[in-house]
C-alpha cells in the first residue's frame, strides 16, 4: 500500500467525525451513527482504492451502506480489506460522553479477519507487555506476570474493563487482587488501544466486547506494538455457524494479531468525536469553522501521525445530503 493512503483514510474519518458530532448530547445514537455512516461513504469514493468491505454496519440486507461485502473507493489503485466503524461508540455521542471516535483499517486483500457480529473474549496491552501474558490464563495469575513483567506491585497496575454485568465475576477478582480499575462505559475499540498509549495511564484492557471491533483494534496495536489477543464467544448452534460459514474453521480458537489484521502491512486511521483518552474531539471554534483531532499509522513503518485539521463547514459539500 501506498503511504499517500493515509492523508486519504484521515480524510474519511474526519468526515465521519465532523458529521456526527451534531448529534452529542441529543439522545438519538441512530441518527449520529446514520449520519457518520453516509459521510464516510461518500468520503470513501474519491479515495483511491479497490476496496472491500470485511468489517462494516452489517450485511447487505441490515445496512443501507457500509455493509459487508459493499465495494468502497474510486476503484483505481490497490485491492484491499476495509474495516470501518463510522461511530465507534453511538451511545457515548448521544449521551454526550467521551471516547467516541470515527475509524477505520485497511490492508492488503485477504489479511483481514471477516469477524461475525458477537462478543469476542480479549486481552489488549501495550508494547511493554507484548508477547509475555496469554488470555488463556485465569484473570489473577495474567495480573500478576503483568505486574512482575512491568517491575511495580499490583496495587500499581490499572485495569480498563467495560462497566457491564457480564464482567461482574472479572470485576470482583480483579478487585480481590487489589488493582485500580477503570471502568469503560462504551468505545471498544478505544478501550483496547489505551494500554498502548503511556498518557491513558492503562496497563491491561480485558473483558469481552464485539468481535469486529477486536479487528479494528488488533490493526491499531500492530501499528503501535502492543497486542490483543481475542477469542470469539458464540453463543448458540447459529452463531456458531455463521463463523464457519465465514471461513473460521476453529470458532473457539485463541486469535492473536496476525489472526486478526494477516502478515503484512496494515493502516489505522481514527478521528475524535467526542473527547478521549488519545485524541481530542471535534470543537467548534465559531466563524463556521470546526476543529478535529486525528491519528493514523501504518504497521509497516510503525509511524504514528497526530493531525489536527480546522475544517471552513461551508466548503464540505459532502457533508450535506442535497
Not at 3 to 16: F, G
Not at 129 to 140: E, F, H, I, T, Y
Not at 254 to 271: E, I, K, N, P, R
Request: aromatic share 4%; proline share 5%.
Amino acid at each position: 500500500m501506498e503511504r499517500e493512503l493515509s492523508l486519504e483514510l484521515i480524510r474519511v474519518t474526519e468526515l465521519a467525525a465532523l458529521a456526527s458530532a451534531p448529534w452529542m448530547g441529543r439522545g438519538d445514537k441512530n441518527n449520529a451513527d446514520g449520519a457518520a455512516t453516509e459521510a464516510m461513504r461518500r468520503m470513501f469514493d474519491t479515495v483511491s482504492i479497490r476496496g472491500t468491505v470485511v468489517i462494516g454496519e452489517g450485511e447487505m440486507d441490515e445496512a443501507p451502506m457500509l455493509y459487508i461485502g459493499e465495494q468502497v473507493g474510486s476503484m483505481n489503485g490497490p485491492e484491499v480489506d476495509v474495516a470501518v466503524d463510522p461511530l465507534e461508540g453511538t451511545e457515548i455521542v448521544a449521551r454526550g460522553l467521551n471516547n467516541a471516535m470515527a475509524v477505520l483499517a485497511v490492508a492488503p486483500k485477504g489479511q483481514l479477519l471477516h469477524a461475525p457480529d458477537m462478543y469476542m473474549e480479549k486481552l489488549a496491552v501495550g508494547p511493554a507487555l507484548a508477547g509475555k501474558l496469554s488470555l488463556n490464563d485465569p484473570v489473577r495469575t495474567t495480573v500478576e506476570k503483568a505486574a512482575l513483567a512491568l517491575g511495580k506491585p499490583i496495587s500499581d497496575l490499572t485495569v480498563m474493563i467495560l462497566d457491564r454485568e457480564r464482567h461482574r465475576e472479572t470485576i470482583a477478582e480483579l478487585r480481590k487482587c487489589g488493582v485500580r480499575i477503570k471502568f469503560l462505559s462504551d468505545g471498544d475499540v478505544a478501550g483496547a488501544m489505551a494500554p498502548a498509549f503511556p498518557e491513558a495511564g492503562i496497563d491491561l484492557y480485558v473483558g469481552s466486547g464485539g468481535a469486529p471491533e477486536g479487528v479494528l483494534a488488533a490493526a491499531a496495536l500492530k501499528c503501535l506494538g502492543g497486542e490483543i489477543q481475542g477469542r470469539l464467544m458464540p453463543e448458540n448452534d447459529e452463531q456458531y455457524e455463521r463463523c464457519l460459514s465465514m471461513g473460521l474453521t476453529d470458532p473457539r480458537k485463541l486469535l492473536h494479531v496476525d489472526d486478526m489484521v494477516g502478515t503484512s502491512d496494515v493502516m489505522f486511521a481514527a478521528t475524535g468525536v467526542t473527547p478521549g483518552e488519545f485524541l481530542g474531539g471535534v470543537r467548534y471554534l465559531g466563524d463556521q469553522r470546526a476543529e478535529t483531532h486525528s491519528m493514523v499509522m501504518r504497521a509497516q513503518t510503525k509511524t504514528v501521525r497526530y493531525i489536527r485539521t480546522v475544517h471552513y463547514l461551508p466548503n464540505k459539500p459532502l457533508l450535506r445530503k442535497d
